[in-house]
């Protein structure tokens, strides 16, 4: 069972339209981030949160934080076939003692031109 | 700049055989992480070093799997003996930092395609 659990599990869609990522859990984190993994190579961090509410923008991806920090979602506005690729949320439990990731399983985008 | 290194890239081997996996991270890293990715369980951490010194060890899954950290640039994950069910993706990543490893970035290393037959 994993402690964070990601939807949709899978994604597709054209080129141009939004789509939105969820990372949910029942428990409290201290931080969440976001990673993106292509085919054969490791995950990429985009982007760390570590407030309640907080809210980051990277070009058209915009993440959120939620109040309670137990839940974030990850939308991307008019994606483009260059954000096709398995995204991943990892969060650091609340009461961890050095901050170890608890990764999510995962919620593969594909984007069709 | 180099990122992470890992080796070999794949490895297929036959059950009972020794399987190592090596690992460079980046230069002036601090903290080395080994992951373990499939489709069933996705990516779990095997072992955190800092400052070449094994920090968590928790998700070691048996005592077939050891990792060594001798020295800050070269870190090994060694299973003896392989088993099929230890088919997976082996990643290692590094960062700099120390007790708020979760704020950190961790570089990640392409990974080791491991095929236990």
């Known amino acids: 069972t994993q402690l964070l659990e990601q939807s949709p599990q899978f994604l597709s869609i054209q080129e141009g339209e939004n789509l939105t990522v969820y990372c949910n859990s029942s428990?409290?984190?201290?931080?969440l981030q976001w990673y993106r993994q292509e085919p054969g190579e490791g995950p990429v961090l985009l982007v760390t949160?570590?407030?309640?509410?907080e809210v980051k923008k990277l070009k058209r991806l915009t993440f959120q934080f939620g109040d309670a920090r137990k839940d974030s979602s990850l939308h991307i506005t008019a994606a483009q076939t260059g954000d096709t690729g398995l995204y991943l949320c990892?969060?650091?439990?609340?009461?961890?003692?050095?901050?170890?990731?608890?990764f999510g399983a995962g919620t593969q985008v594909v984007v069709t031109p | 700049d180099a990122g992470v290194i890992q080796s070999p890239r794949h490895e297929v081997t036959e059950m009972g055989q020794e399987v190592t996996l090596r690992c460079k991270p980046i230069?002036?890293?601090?903290?080395l992480f080994w992951y373990r990715q499939t489709m069933m369980r996705g990516l779990e951490l095997l072992i955190y070093?800092?400052?070449?010194?094994?920090?968590?060890d928790s998700g070691m899954p048996e005592d077939r799997f050891s990792a060594k950290m001798p020295n800050a640039s070269f870190s090994t994950l060694k299973i003896q003996p392989s088993e099929p069910r230890d088919s997976a993706v082996y990643f290692c990543?590094?960062?700099?930092?120390?007790?708020?490893?979760?704020?950190?970035?961790?570089?990640f290393g392409p990974g080791t395609r491991l095929l236990v037959l």
């Open positions: 990543a590094s960062s700099w930092g120390g007790a708020a490893s979760s704020i950190q970035t961790q570089y």
């Open positions: 230069s002036g890293h601090n903290s």
């Open positions: 990892a969060g650091a439990l609340r009461d961890d003692s050095w901050g170890k990731l608890q």
């Open positions: 070093f800092n400052n070449n010194v094994p920090i968590d």
């Open positions: 428990s409290v984190f201290s931080s």
């Open positions: 949160v570590v407030t309640g509410g």
